[in-house]
């Protein structure tokens, strides 16, 4: 039993080191045009594992201007940055991934530290026939 484990750690471990070799494909900090309109630019890309559940990608985006948009606009970018960044990413994973998170947000933060005063927009998608599927909480 240990050594599956020590086996499943290396090739984790294998398969880690070439997404951070390929990905991202948008380099960090060029400029897209959303749906919306709006300029904004990847921040990061990242893999991480849920206990139990599998493997999360958080798909983080700069958007400036994010506090000029409508909620549907909002809506339709995060659908748009998840189908644009996400499930490409997803695509080099062994399997799908549990979740694609997209965190959209005026200014960049460090993940996991408190933003006040930063508008943001957190939504969370599964997948389904290579489309992202939003899950309401």
Not at 25 to 47: C, K, M, N
Not at 62 to 72: F, H, I, Q, R
Not at 101 to 109: E, P, S
Request: glycine share 8%; proline share 7%.
């Amino acid at each position: 039993m240990i050594r599956w484990a020590a086996l499943g750690a290396i090739v984790l471990a294998f398969v880690m080191a070439a997404i951070w070799i390929v990905w991202p494909r948008q380099p960090v900090g060029d400029v897209v045009i959303a749906p919306s309109g709006q300029a904004v630019t990847i921040h990061e890309v990242l893999f991480e594992e849920d206990s139990g559940s599998g493997m999360w990608i958080v798909v983080r985006v700069a958007a400036p201007n994010m506090e000029d948009l409508t909620g549907d606009q909002r809506h339709a970018d995060l659908v748009w940055a998840c189908e644009t960044w996400g499930i490409p990413a997803g695509e080099i994973l062994s399997r799908p991934p549990e979740r694609i998170i997209v965190q959209m947000m005026a200014q960049t933060f460090p993940r996991g530290e408190p933003a006040q005063g930063i508008t943001q927009n957190i939504e969370a998608y599964s997948l389904s026939d290579a489309s992202c599927i939003w899950e309401l909480f």
